[in-house]
Every structure is written in C-alpha cells, then in structure tokens.
T-cell receptor
C-alpha cells in the first residue's frame, strides 16, 4: 500500500522557534509537495520538488523553506515560526509510476503560540 | 490567472438522493481533472480522474463528467449514504505548478 508519512501529527511551538516538518514517501516518487490548509482558503501550495536537491516556490512560500536531500524525504522548515503559520500542513507526492494521482499524508496540525 | 471554482461551499442532501457537485475552471484548458475526497482532519484521497477526451467516467456509485465547452466538471454520487459525507475537492493540473485544488464542497448526507 502506498504511503506518505508525516513525522508529527500535532505540534505546539512558540513564536520565533525553528520548526521542522518531515515527510517520507515509500513509492519512489519523483515529485513531492507541501500544502497548507486553512478554513475557507482551501489547499495552498507552499513549495514543491521535482527531484532531489531541487525545489520550486508555490503560491505562498514566504516564511518557509524546504530541503530534499534524498528522493523519499521532503522537509518543510519554518525558520522563525509566527502565529499566522498556525495551520494544517499536508505533504503529498506523485510520480511516473502512479500516473497523475497525488498521494497525501495524514497532515500535521501546527499551533504557534 | 487560472482559477478553479467549486460552486457550493456546503451541500446538504437526503440519504438515497443523488448529490451533484460542480467544478468550474477559467483561463486555461486542463488535459484532465481529478476529484478527491477529504474527511475532517485527514489528507485528501484520490477518487477519479477524467481526461479531456472522456465525456464521462464511472466508479461504483460515482460518476464524473467533463465538458470542455462549458469548462466544467460535474461529480455525482448516486444513492447517497451518510458515509459519503465529506469534503470533495476538484483538481485540474496547473500550468507551471502542480495540481490546483478548488476550495472544496462539504457534502452532508442526512439520514
């Protein structure tokens, strides 16, 4: 069964802290994505990566960075967390072996206080 | 700019009826559209993909249509059940970016 695993389901962090959200997929997918989802705003793309060590900005990259050192792992980094980054974060992946279907992780609920 | 609109934020229907959800897109011509289901607090799950040369696609009680003239996709759930209650997302591919998701329609099937 295909799997996208997000390391933390629930996190509470303080303003100004550095936050790492980790995502691992076991499907040998080339493409990985980070979205955030807020009520009334839907899914918004933060960053994505089409290959190891490559990254592209999505619609809302400000305040975030990413790292893709290995094909299966895509990390989202909040350099200095702020309260407006309180949200649910979803990691996803897709690849040539899965057609155009995107597979999502279960989500990470981040609260910044 | 490319835009995806799902016409209703919420839809309530009676159990056993057919639910119809609408997805409209503007300013581009996607080669395909995907539909996802999202339960509260969970990630979206893929349901169906329909290509631009396919008028209709079915999977069990689900049916999707794709009208490139109207720039619209309709998603139908026949004989709806309370277990079908969820948010349904429409997602065509973007231009330089990956899938662009609509905001979703929250479906509630009332017993």
């Amino acid at each position: 069964d295909v799997k996208v695993t997000q390391s933390s389901r629930y996190l509470v962090k303080r303003t100004g802290e550095k936050v790492f959200l980790e995502c691992v997929q076991d499907m040998d997918h080339e493409n990985m994505f980070w979205y955030r989802q807020d009520p009334g705003l839907g899914l918004r793309l933060i960053y994505f990566s089409y290959d190891v060590k490559m990254k592209e900005k999505g619609d809302i990259p400000e305040g975030y960075s990413v790292s893709r050192e290995k094909k299966e792992r895509f990390s989202l980094i909040l350099e200095s967390a702020s309260t407006n980054q309180t949200s649910m974060y979803l990691c996803a992946s897709t690849g040539t072996n899965s057609g155009n279907t995107i597979y999502f992780g279960e989500g990470s609920w981040l609260t910044v206080v | 700019s490319q835009k995806i609109e799902q016409n209703s934020e919420a839809l309530n229907i009676q159990e056993g009826k057919t639910a119809t959800l609408t997805c409209n897109y503007t300013n581009y011509s996607p080669a395909y559209l995907q539909w996802y289901r999202q339960d509260p607090g969970r990630g979206p799950v893929f349901l169906l993909l329909i290509r631009e040369n396919e008028k209709e696609k079915r999977k069990e009680r689900l049916k999707v249509t794709f009208d490139t003239t109207l720039k619209q996709s309709l998603f139908h759930i026949t004989a709806s059940q309370p277990a079908d209650s969820a948010t349904y997302l429409c997602a065509p591919p973007g231009g330089n970016t990956p899938l662009v998701f609509g905001k979703g329609t929250r479906l509630s099937v009332i017993a």
